[in-house]
């Protein structure tokens, strides 16, 4: 989606500032949900990126949020590393083990590359849980401590939420730049039709490869918030239900659309609690409108709001990433 | 001995992992319906059936007979129509996320309607046990593998053998031709809802005796199902009970000689090196694939 | 004249089956050569030899003298060989002028370059120009998904062009596409040639379009080369006609 | 009797400051599973709660004051629950109940701290009342507490050398597994089997395959309900003769209906349970099946005693003051006499850890039958 033009520009503005001053507004509760909304949004601009850019279904983010998780939160709570040190660590391991899930993709496509990384989750889960050692097994890991950064304490809410948000306009920027670069048209090139563009001389493997890699890292990037964000963690949200979640997220909000995965994850976060007014149904009703979504608008929220701009138009044929052959 | 014990155990779970795997990957065939909460499919019509015993006041034959007929509407008409008819052409992945949502939905509302916690179910057969050479099955588990296995080899005659069941298969293979060649294609895609429907029902029969009637239950049962169908082979009736069959054991030996706590593990390597080297499946026919 | 494309002996088997059978063929700078055939003489099949996207049982491919047998799709195109596909082949979420950029990017610069420089790679002109050269200019922010069938046609050959190739591969160019597109396509091509000296190998049906596009003719009938020459030549070959039509 | 006259002093000044304070409510927020693996806990939590709030509503609430109760649903996750406690605290919580899971209690106990709030948990892991956290009160023993009294009963009663753990692999069963193989340890008993399962397990053959190759002379089973009554099925089918032992879990009715004949002979460490022969919790339990209709577990009994401690240490201190709440439950026992919705005898320590009168008993013909009362710890 190309928010071309001033009203484009002008609605962005006016998006960051309600950001920005957000927190003024808001109770504790509200605040946290926005940083947890700020945190699953960057995992899902990762999986935008795998999923709706390059075409390569994954099911595997919340492993990578989980990698991520630990990652820093062993390193700040239990060896005293600096939250900078963890974090890095954290994208750059997830970076490579990203790279590394990517080579079953150059074997199997659509379907078959869901279950294998579907078991690549359920693997990293059963780690998470099984190596107390390292993990703290189901015990989990508690005291984790929200960083200073340049003697700035994000202790209290709204500091760590700006945190989070800062983090989140980094990686929107970066992933602005990069779906716009040639790296962005290969990846969608891979999506559409990778016989042809590897034709073209685009290297898929190579592009394959870094779609998995940067995906995953920003899975990790995300991790590394949400364990100081949460302050405690344990093996049971990294299990196959956030992969699932994250999956809800990018293809509700419109897979391919760079605006896709924060409307996806307002649905998936915020959404929920706000149908906790209707007390013990609040699920069902979320389910069912999830469901009623996806029968209105199977391209997702954004692919409905360019339905509904460009009524001239023919309507896209469906697309190529939510194609899976047989 | 023990070893004996496991393998029947092995085989007694792996049969209603091949019944619930055959109607997933039937679904996958003619509609490509990747379908995510097969598990609850399986949870549900066993409250079908305890809800009309308990809110309707039927005598447990005829809540049978009830509960069958609605999941057949509602897991099999309703289901079809309502929410893969209109997504089919828009993808797999909405779809996925619909039967994500409708995993949930069942799920909560079993829980919010029904109960919450675990509820005995009626047995259809007695709870005796059998001793075979040292090792003990029960009656009930051996009924589990007869109508299973009798369930799926009925399936494959009637596909192979029938001309409803040919048009099925041709539906499956090439829609575009089969409409050509005046195969009903709309009512075949519906006939395999309806079995699949009719296959889940009959799971829930034979299990929820066991494994008790639980709003959570099809968690476990839908990754199985679904792993049991990738490894016997995605594209064959006798490739889902062969899967379905060899989870069940490799599950429990994995439980006895490698680790308890990494046993689910072993099915996800399986089914890891089954999609790398051998993507047909263990008994699959090689089926064209994208490069 | 140099000597762009030179396959020797190449052969394809499938399981028992022999689909392309011991071929050999040189092709100059600037020649237009025609591969024709009736169907399943393995046109296609040995394209897909030439091109990496098969590997051949036996036989060598070169380009300029350089053995490039088996090699990757897109490092063969990096070497200057570009192609068409005998089936719509364009990316059709992206916009025609996308569709051209891409086509070239991978030839500019390295991975890290196209990471984090310019967004176009340096080549909206270039694909500007492509779109003025095919006459798209009208389409040129239109998703190439939403062109018509001949348009499609138009945009795949121009992005074959858009790397500035040594050697171009066409695949069925003509085929589905409308007298007066035809026309089009067959005079652009012939330009490209004329401008450029760009080397062509083309697979037709179209007899009408590959005799007055090619300089030189090979007939295939069952894997095998059975004729080659002119137009004129091939025209009047018996076993040609045989093959045709039967026997 | 002071305190009474306190409260009735503080009721009569509250009504005589304005004559809507009868009017006014005290919220007492509830964060619990409600969704995911620990539903069934929390269901039943929440079932107690709402009986408890309803009937002491019914009676004109706390001081006067109603009491609002608002369930809000974890889906078992630590970072949701959170959120919901700091939606609690957010609107100025009396005192905060809830939630089971130990891991989310361990992240939000630290919230309810801060913010002064006391907190009724009905987790059951060791740790939580390690940490010096004055604010935070069990609603039944710790595993640190119970696991010593079934150790003792594998030791005095069963007689055993060697035992089998048989585990279900999350925060409730791998704390009780590891606090119970330290127990065994300090008295010389050997583990010969220690079995992780999976929660939602339902094929239990190779599990039941291995504790019976060990040899050991009796099984500790630390399941959930439904896995438990599927492994005591599964270990009749396998003949299994040695005792099975079980801490509350394995001997409730919930268990026994569920496996059948095969939970008979099965015996254990009840801590509290809805079956122990105390005329009041009897009463209890039917009125709780008759208004939700089921039989509750001891998260039931959990949750509606909890409220009432509430409503006994309120009515003492005689105002709504949360520290000096926190300062009274500590060191405090309650009696059924003092306030009969206690049920049964309790007295939390300086920790928030619970004492209680607790039973051994063994399923005889498809009912519980307790075999021995054990006296509390504290006596």
Redesign the interface.
């Known amino acids: 989606m190309r928010l071309a033009g001033r009203p484009g520009a002008v609605f962005l503005a006016l998006v960051a500032i309600a950001l920005i001053v957000a927190p003024m507004g808001l ?3 509200g605040v ?2 926005i940083s ?1 909304w700020a945190v699953m949004s960057i995992a899902a601009i990762g999986l935008n990126l795998t999923l709706g850019y390059a075409g390569q ?1 994954s099911l595997a983010q919340a492993a990578f949020v989980g990698i991520g998780a630990y990652c820093s939160a062993i390193l700040t709570a239990k060896f005293g590393w600096p939250f900078g040190g963890a974090f890095a660590l954290a994208a750059v391991l997830c970076f490579a083990i990203g790279w590394l899930l990517g080579y ?1 993709a150059l ?6 590359l ?3 990384t579907l ?2 989750t ?2 990293v889960y ?1 780690v998470l ?2 190596e107390e050692k390292w993990t703290g ?4 890991i ?1 005291g984790i401590p929200r960083p200073s950064l340049f003697g700035w304490s994000t202790k209290g ?1 709204p500091a760590f939420y700006y945190l989070c948000l800062f983090v989140l306009a980094v990686v929107s920027w970066l992933t602005w ?2 779906v ?4 962005g ?2 990846f ?2 891979l999506r ?15 592009y394959t490869l870094m779609a998995f890699a940067i995906g995953s890292a920003l899975g990790g990037v995300a991790g590394a918030l ?1 364990a100081p ?6 093996p ?2 990294f299990a196959l239900g956030l992969s ?1 979640n994250l ?2 997220m990018v ?2 909000g419109g ?2 659309y760079f605006f896709g995965p924060y409307l996806g994850a307002i649905v998936s976060v915020l959404l929920p ?1 706000w149908l ?1 007014v209707t ?6 009703i ?3 409108a ?2 009623l979504l ?2 209105v608008c ?2 997702g929220l954004l692919g409905l709001a360019e339905r509904l701009l460009k009524p001239a ?2 309507e ?11 | 001995m023990a070893l004996l014990q496991i393998l029947i155990s092995g085989l007694a779970t792996g049969a209603i992992y091949a019944l619930v795997a055959v109607g997933f990957m039937l679904l996958w065939q003619t509609s490509q319906t990747i379908n995510f909460a097969q598990g609850e499919f399986v949870m549900l019509p066993a409250f079908f059936v305890l809800g009309a015993m308990k809110f309707g006041g039927m005598p447990f034959w005829l809540a049978i007979v009830v509960g069958l007929l609605l999941s057949l509407i509602v897991l099999g008409v309703l289901f079809k129509v309502l929410l893969v008819d209109p997504m089919l052409r828009h993808g797999v992945l909405p779809l996925v996320i619909s039967t994500i949502a409708l995993a949930l939905f069942f799920k909560e509302g079993v829980k919010t309607w029904y109960a919450a916690e675990a509820q005995p179910f009626p047995a259809l057969w007695s709870n005796d046990n059998l001793e075979i050479g040292g090792a003990v099955i029960s009656v009930q588990n051996l009924v589990i593998i007869v109508v299973a296995v009798t369930a799926v080899l009925a399936l494959q005659w009637f596909l192979a053998r029938t001309r409803t069941g040919r048009c099925m298969q041709a539906t499956a293979q090439n829609p575009a031709l089969a409409r050509i060649l005046g195969v009903r294609v709309e009512r075949m895609i519906l006939y395999t809802f309806l079995i699949n429907a009719a296959l889940v029902a009959l799971a829930s029969f034979l299990i929820s005796p066991i494994y008790l009637a639980k709003f959570s239950n099809g968690e476990t049962l839908g990754m199985a199902a679904f792993i049991a169908a990738i490894v016997g082979g995605f594209n064959q009736v006798r490739g889902a009970i062969a899967g379905g069959l060899l989870l069940g054991v490799v599950d429990n030996l994995a439980a006895s000689y490698i680790s308890t706590q990494y046993r689910g593990a072993i099915p996800l390597f399986l089914l890891i090196a089954v999609i790398l080297f051998r993507p047909q499946g263990l008994l699959g026919r090689a089926e064209e694939r994208s490069v | 004249m140099t000597q762009v494309l030179e396959v020797r002996g190449l052969s394809k088997r499938f399981g028992g089956i022999s689909a392309v059978e011991d071929v050999s063929f040189e092709l100059n700078e600037g020649e237009i050569l025609g591969i024709i055939g009736p169907n399943g003489s393995g046109k296609s099949t040995l394209f897909n030899c030439i091109l990496g996207q098969l590997q051949p049982s036996a036989g060598s491919v070169h380009v300029d003298g350089r053995a490039v047998t088996g090699m990757r799709p897109c490092d063969l195109n990096r070497l200057g060989v570009s192609r068409t596909f005998q089936l719509l082949q364009v990316f059709p979420q992206l916009s025609v002028r996308e569709n051209l950029i891409l086509a070239g990017q991978e030839h500019q610069g390295t991975m890290w370059s196209r990471l984090v420089g310019r967004g176009d790679a340096g080549l909206t002109d270039a694909a500007e120009r492509m779109i003025e050269f095919f006459r798209l200019g009208h389409l040129a922010d239109e998703k190439a998904g939403g062109l018509s069938y001949g348009q499609q046609k138009l945009l795949d050959a121009a992005m074959a062009f858009m790397s500035g190739p040594r050697l171009v591969l066409l695949d069925e160019p003509a085929g589905g596409v409308n007298l007066t597109m035809l026309a089009d396509l067959r005079e652009r091509l012939l330009a490209i040639n004329r401008e450029q000296n760009a080397t062509f190998v083309v697979i037709e049906h179209n007899m009408e379009f590959v005799m007055s596009l090619c300089t030189r003719i090979l007939v295939l009938a069952e894997g095998r080369i059975i004729a080659a020459g002119t137009p004129e030549e091939v025209r009047g070959n018996r076993q040609v006609i045989e093959a045709y039509l039967g026997n | 009797m002071k305190s009474w006259n306190r409260a009735a002093l503080a009721a009569a000044l509250c009504l005589a400051a304005a004559g809507v304070q009868a009017q006014q409510t005290v919220n007492i927020p509830d964060v619990i599973e409600l969704s995911g693996a620990g539903a069934v806990s929390g269901t039943n939590w929440k079932d107690g709660v709402t009986l408890a709030v309803d009937e002491i509503n019914a009676k004109g609430g706390i001081l006067g004051r109603k009491i609002v109760t608002t369930h809000t649903d974890t889906q078992s996750n630590p970072g949701v629950s959170r959120a919901l406690v700091q939606k609690a605290l957010d609107n100025d919580p009396y005192v905060l109940l809830g939630p089971v899971f130990s891991g989310s209690v361990k992240v939000n106990m630290l919230l309810a701290q801060q913010a002064e709030v006391p907190q009724f948990t009905g987790a059951e892991a060791a740790d939580i009342t390690q940490m010096g956290n004055p604010y935070i009160f069990r609603t039944s023993f710790g595993q640190q507490v119970s696991m010593p009294k079934i150790a003792n009963y594998v030791r005095d009663g069963i007689k055993a050398r060697s035992v089998a753990v048989v585990w279900v692999n999350n925060d409730f069963g791998k704390g009780g597994r590891d606090s119970f193989i330290k127990e065994m340890g300090s008295r010389g008993i050997k583990v010969v089997a220690d079995v992780s399962t999976e929660s939602g397990q339902v094929d239990f053959a190779a599990d039941v395959v291995k504790v019976k190759n060990a040899g050991a002379d009796c099984i500790f089973v630390y399941t959930n309900e439904e896995e438990s009554a599927r492994f005591l099925r599964e270990a009749k089918k396998q003949g299994i003769k040695v005792p099975l032992l079980g801490e509350t879990t394995l001997l409730g009715q919930k268990v026994i209906d569920l496996a059948g004949d095969a939970a008979n002979g099965a015996r254990g460490h009840v801590g509290l349970s809805v079956d122990v022969p105390v005329p009041a919790i009897q009463e209890f339990k039917a009125k709780f099946s008759k208004r939700f209709g089921y039989v509750p577990d001891h998260n039931g009994i959990k949750g509606y005693t909890a409220v009432y401690a509430i409503k006994y240490v309120t009515t003492k201190i005689g105002k709504f003051d949360r520290k000096l709440f926190a300062k009274t439950m500590h060191g405090l026992t309650i009696t059924p006499a003092m306030e009969p919705g206690i049920l049964i005898e309790t007295s939390w320590d300086d920790k928030g850890d619970i004492d209680r009168i607790s039973f051994l008993a063994e399923v005889v013909d498809g009912k519980q039958k307790v075999t021995a009362t054990l006296p509390k710890l504290g006596k």
């Open positions: 109770k504790p509760h946290y949900l947890m279904i079953p074997r199997v496509q659509h379907h078959y869901a279950f294998v078991a690549f359920t693997l059963l849980r099984n097994g189901t015990y989990g508690s809410g730049r990069l716009r670069s040639p790296w048209r290969a969608m090139a559409e039709n990778p016989l042809r563009a590897s034709s073209l001389g685009v290297d898929t493997r190579r949400y964000l949460v302050e405690y963690i344990d049971t949200p699932l999956l809800l293809i509700v897979s391919g609690e906790r007390d013990s149904l609040y699920l069902i979320y389910a069912v999830v469901m996806m029968v199977p391209s138009r023919k896209p044929v469906a697309r190529a990433a939510a194609k899976a052959a047989p």
